[in-house]
């Protein structure tokens, strides 16, 4: 079993559709991430949440409503996706999210939007 | 603005044939610089972190190594499972990826 877990690991998903991906650690950390990943583009930072309170935003589209019940688990709620959305979801977390930090992902959730 | 690139984009080896991945940054108080390693259709596999220059870490085949300016990771002797995309994460007032760099190790 891997630190960071996420489910689906595939998603397909119609753009009037709603869905939600879930993540859970399981290394007693306490900073949980979403990142996104898209064909030959680095990494891009969407969400953090440190001790369960969202800390960072990077400028994401409402359409992506990010949900920490606790320091375990992580969603990420979906809903009137572009087809510009399909990419590689990746959930990640780290001690806390103060720099330096290392930070460990999960396999990710590979999302299509038809 | 903190930026990171990597270089190559693209490397192709022999099996055995040994060289090195740059990661040059540009970032306002280093906090950590960090390797991945990711295989496709999964998520990236952390590798090593750095701290500050002079710094090197090693694991197996792979060397990493930090400048004031940059970081190589240098692969001994590759082998084909060696073959995936290597990440560099730098932490300064945020953390940034690299584009990567894609390996090939042909048998």
């Known amino acids: 079993e891997t630190g960071v877990t996420q489910t689906p690991r595939h998603l397909v998903m119609g753009m009037t559709n709603k869905k939600s991906l879930k993540c859970e650690q399981h290394?007693?950390?306490?900073?949980m991430y979403w990142y996104k990943q898209s064909a030959k583009k680095p990494l891009e930072l969407m969400f953090v949440?440190?001790?369960?309170?969202?800390?960072e935003n990077n400028s994401v589209p409402s359409r992506f409503s990010p949900e920490c019940p606790n320091s375990s688990h992580l969603f990420l709620h979906l809903h009137t996706l572009q087809p510009e959305d399909s990419a590689l979801y990746l959930c990640?977390?780290?001690?806390?999210?103060?720099?330096?930090?290392?930070?460990?992902f999960g396999e990710g959730s590979w999302l299509t939007v038809v | 603005e903190d930026q990171v690139t990597q270089s190559p984009e693209a490397l192709r080896l022999q099996e055995g044939e040994s060289s090195s991945l740059n990661c040059s940054y540009t970032v306002s108080g280093l906090r950590g610089l960090f390797w991945y390693r990711q295989d496709p259709g999964k998520g990236p596999e952390f590798l090593f972190t750095l701290y500050s220059a002079g710094e090197e870490k090693e694991k197996e085949r792979l060397k990493a190594t930090l400048t004031k300016k940059e970081s190589f990771l240098h692969i001994t002797a590759p082998k084909p499972e060696d073959s995936a995309t290597y990440l560099c994460?730098?932490?300064?007032?945020?953390?940034?990826f690299g584009a990567g760099t894609r390996l090939t190790v042909k048998p």
């Open positions: 290394l007693g950390h306490n900073a």
């Open positions: 994460a730098v932490v300064g007032n945020d953390m940034r």
């Open positions: 949440y440190n001790f369960k309170e969202q800390t």
């Open positions: 990640a977390s780290s001690q806390d999210a103060k720099g330096g930090n290392t930070i460990y």
